[in-house]
């Protein structure tokens, strides 16, 4: 193998980030994880083959700078950024309020362009360096009643568009990798708008929609679900490749139905969505 290489996770403590920091730990690299459920510095890895863990709130660009800083000093290079940390917030678009719309974003797009701005300066430093965002399916497929969410997802694809055409003479790389539903603590954590209840006109249609996204993610017969370990193989794939593409969707099922949302007509793919949720 080549050079074991110094990564960055966040939101690491459990589901796609724990199985990411994990496999690429199993893989020789150097894996520094991150969490919000952390306190202090520096914490040490406890026990044969566990990965170190810091704290880090993307929300907080304090945290973030502190974060990034610890590792640079500790490693001398940050040469992968895997951005993971994100929630989702359900209901429909007027039941979620601005807060709620702000938080959302607040995590899971300024998140990511906080870890990125941070990252950037030590990258361009060494001439080199790779960014991998987990995205999502639904940054393609809106899923109705998670539209902030899946709003979130759609930005990030713009972002990291931009950072690989914008970065690219500094040596440095990205690439968004987007899961389709995956068996995680995500369905349980979940947070739902507090004008989503029983006296709203949305609540039939998000009951009907809920059950089946929930349905899909604990990878009930008859839906397309893979687990956390199956989104960490893609990315260590990525970090393998010397070029890797703009993204990689997780999963046969997902990449067929992103295949054929950019074939079919925006009304067809709009009334399958429909008939799914």
């Given at each position: 193998m ?9 939101g690491?403590s459990s589901?796609?980030g724990?199985?990411?920091v994990?496999?690429l730990a199993?893989?020789?690299h150097?894996v ?13 890895a ?5 990965v170190?863990m810091i704290p880090?709130?993307?929300?907080d ?5 502190a974060?990034?800083?610890h590792v640079?000093e500790q490693y001398?290079?940050i040469?992968?950024?895997v ?11 007027e039941?979620?309020s ?16 906080r870890?990125i701005?941070?990252?950037?300066p ?12 987990v995205?999502?399916?639904?940054g393609?497929?809106t ?9 979130t997802?759609h930005a ?8 690989r ?6 040596g440095?790389?990205g690439?968004?990798v987007?899961?389709g539903?995956t ?13 989503t209840?029983g006296?709203?006109?949305y ?14 993610e ?9 687990p956390?370990?199956?989104v ?6 990525v970090i ?5 593409p703009v ?7 997902y ?7 950019r074939l079919v ?6 009334w399958?969505v429909?008939k799914?949720?």
């Amino acid at each position: 193998m080549a050079e074991p290489l110094v990564i960055l996770v966040t939101g690491a403590s459990s589901g796609i980030g724990r199985a990411i920091v994990d496999r690429l730990a199993r893989e020789g690299h150097t894996v520094i994880g991150t969490s919000r459920r952390v306190s202090g510095f520096p914490q040490e890895a406890a026990g044969e083959g566990a990965v170190p863990m810091i704290p880090l709130d993307v929300t907080d660009p304090a945290s973030v700078a502190a974060a990034v800083s610890h590792v640079y000093e500790q490693y001398g290079r940050i040469d992968v950024l895997v951005n993971n940390a994100g929630f989702g917030v359900a209901g429909s678009v007027e039941d979620t309020s601005p807060e709620e719309a702000l938080a959302q974003f607040d995590t899971n797009f300024f998140g990511v362009h906080r870890m990125i701005r941070a990252v950037l300066p030590i990258m361009r430093g060494q001439n080199n360096g790779l960014i991998v965002t987990v995205g999502s399916v639904a940054g393609i497929l809106t899923v109705p009643y998670q539209g902030l969410y899946s709003a979130t997802k759609h930005a990030l694809e713009a972002l990291m568009e931009a950072v690989r055409i914008e970065c690219r003479s500094f040596g440095v790389r990205g690439v968004l990798v987007e899961p389709g539903d995956t068996k995680t603590g995500f369905t349980g954590s979940r947070i739902y708008c507090r004008d989503t209840h029983g006296d709203s006109p949305y609540c039939a249609g998000f009951n009907k929609a809920l059950a089946t996204i929930e349905r899909s993610e604990q990878g009930e017969p008859g839906f397309a679900c893979h687990p956390p370990e199956k989104v960490a193989q893609t990315v260590y794939r990525v970090i393998r490749r010397k070029n890797p593409p703009v993204r990689v969707t997780v999963g046969a099922a997902y990449k067929a139905a992103v295949f054929l949302k950019r074939l079919v007509p925006d009304r067809l793919a709009e009334w399958i969505v429909s008939k799914v949720y």
